[in-house]
């Protein structure tokens, strides 16, 4: 019989050791089956109530986390009867209205704000009625041959030349005369029907189309007796002749032409009258279609004879091709012309029909490139005016139509230095060409609202210069400073007796120069301008309130 002692020490290690060998069993359960982790509150009860806690068990309250996580579940927020009652209350009530009083006084503010801004802000100028020939350059191409080249001359030889005009950004161009004609008979003389030479009536229709495609206006040159030695025939048979041509703007209004150029009108008896006949037979047509009357007349007095009271006739003569070139006469010239003829738009070229070349030295030919295109008025050139072609030039060409210099081919006989760069092809690579200052300012002129259309203000300024601004409404100013003298001078530019919105402002920037040594962009101060021999600027600044 086993000792009191070691059955009962034995009995207790027994019972430690199943205990043992249950916590151990218990412990390496997966967590989700172990009591401490089981879902059941009621199981988890019967664990922490089972026994001690021995060998590093916890016991683990969670009755009372459940109960706080259950309440909060419970809260739903206030009832909606209990939100009405509190949104009734006296203080709720008051901050709802201050609130809205607010809102509302804020909105009147600012309605009032903006109607005292629309009030007191300058009033935009209403813009003028404007047509095509208002937007841009006219060109001239009297002669179909001459104007190709030795090779061709017709009108389908024309219609490949439009992407050339396009880059120009002329508004349209002025075409022949083409038309039938005996020399001095006008019995030989069709106004209505095309010179076989030229070409037929479909391919002056297609000619027609191609150019609108481009937007690109056609004018048809009715000189009736363009190969006679008097343009308008016999004096006694100018009503014939004034029959003939009536009947031939209709024909040509309804195939599709934007306008007409009759020329030497001053040899055209009871010319105010005839001009003034052809003048209604075409805008009641319709108001978008164009005359342009030409004389080589330089008088002013016959020159507003025959522009008469007829409106919108443009007039070319070669009333700016009086002599001298200094910047005073320009300046008196210009001015006396829109003074009297009350600033109606005009048109502005040296002559009728001629080159720049013919009246101006070249030294000149840029001055009076930037002159024409900024002066207010449409400016007319004849074809290679803008590459300075000059008339019988070269061995083998015709005095009156030189052949257009397009190519090194145009001239195949000639050779020497300068020559190559006399042709377009030369100057349409070279940034400092003639051509590149006629294009540019060609672009200028047609999108510059203050070009278009501005008000012009001559100033007062330094010997052999001619100033002058052109600006319209709240647009950007131009500023034109042109020096006709062979030495360098400042400008002195003074704006006495303008307008206080033509004030000159104390800088302004280079947009573009005659001479290619000019920083193109550079600001420059007024008061310290100075410009070299034969310069011309077209600066720029803005509108200030």
């Known amino acids: 019989m086993e000792p009191f002692w070691e059955s009962e020490s034995g009995r207790t290690m027994s019972q430690d050791t199943e205990v043992d060998l249950k916590e151990v069993e218990l412990n390496e359960l997966e967590p989700e089956k172990q009591p401490m982790n089981a879902p059941s509150g009621a199981a988890m009860a019967a664990v922490v109530a089972g026994g001690a806690e021995k060998n590093g068990l916890v016991k683990i309250k969670v009755a009372d986390d459940e ?37 509302w006084l804020g909105w009147l503010g600012m309605l009032a704000g903006a109607v005292v801004i629309i009030v007191r802000a300058p009033r935009c ?119 003939k041509m009536q009947d031939a703007l209709s024909f040509w209004l309804q195939a599709g032409v934007d306008g007409f150029q009759v020329r030497n009108v001053e040899h055209l008896t009871d010319a105010t009258l005839f001009l003034a006949e052809w003048q209604n037979v075409t805008k009641s047509f319709s108001e978008d279609r164009l005359l342009i009357a030409g004389t080589e007349s330089s008088d002013l007095q016959q020159i507003l004879s025959l522009l008469g009271s007829t409106k919108d006739l443009l007039l070319t003569s070669s009333y700016l091709s009086s002599p001298g070139f200094s910047g005073k006469r320009i300046e008196f010239l210009v001015t006396q012309f829109l003074n009297a003829t009350d600033n109606r738009w005009c048109s502005w070229s040296l002559s009728q029909a001629g080159f720049l070349t013919s009246l101006v030295p070249a030294h000149l030919l840029r001055l ?42 145009s001239f195949p006989n000639i050779s020497g230095p300068g020559s190559s760069n006399m042709t377009v092809k030369s100057q349409n690579e070279d940034t400092g060409s003639l051509l590149s200052l006629f294009r540019r300012l060609s672009d200028q002129r047609g999108k510059e609202r203050s070009l278009l259309h501005g008000d012009f203000h001559v100033l007062s300024s330094g010997p052999d210069l001619f100033a002058y601004i052109r600006q319209w409404d709240q647009n950007e100013r131009f500023l034109v400073v042109l020096n006709f003298g062979e030495v360098g001078q400042p400008a002195r530019l003074g704006a006495s007796g303008l307008p206080a919105t033509a004030s000159l402002p104390a800088s302004v920037d280079v947009l573009l120069s005659t001479r290619l040594d000019r920083e193109e962009g550079a600001s420059l101060e007024l008061e310290h301008l100075n410009l070299e021999p034969y310069e011309g600027l077209l600066l720029r600044y803005p509108y200030v309130a």
Not at 67 to 91: C, D, I, N, Y
């Open 368 to 409: 009076y490139q930037l002159l024409l295109f900024t002066l207010p008025g449409t400016p007319v050139f004849s074809y290679g005016d803008e590459i300075g072609l000059e008339a019988a030039a070269l061995p083998g060409q015709p005095a009156k139509a030189p052949f257009m210099l397009w190519d090194e081919s």
């Open 125 to 243: 100028r209403e813009l003028p009625a404007q047509s095509w020939w208002h937007k841009g350059a006219l060109y001239r191409i009297g002669d179909l041959q001459a104007f190709q080249g030795p090779e061709g001359g017709d009108l389908a030889g024309l219609k490949e030349h439009l992407d050339y005009l396009s880059t120009l950004k002329v508004k349209g161009f002025v075409l022949g005369p083409i038309h039938k004609n005996q020399k001095d008979d006008l019995a030989g003389t069709n106004l209505e029907q095309i010179d076989p030479t030229f070409g037929s009536k479909e391919d002056f229709d297609n000619l027609l189309q191609s150019a609108k495609k481009k937007s690109i206006q056609v004018i048809l040159d009715l000189t009736p007796n363009y190969r006679g030695e008097n343009s308008w025939f016999l004096p006694t048979e100018v009503n014939t002749v004034a029959t």
């Open 67 to 103: 109960a706080e996580a259950a309440a909060a579940a419970k809260f739903t927020g206030l009832s909606k009867e209990e939100l009405l009652k509190v949104a009734g209350s006296p203080g709720w009530v008051r901050t709802r209205w201050a609130l809205l009083v607010l809102f």
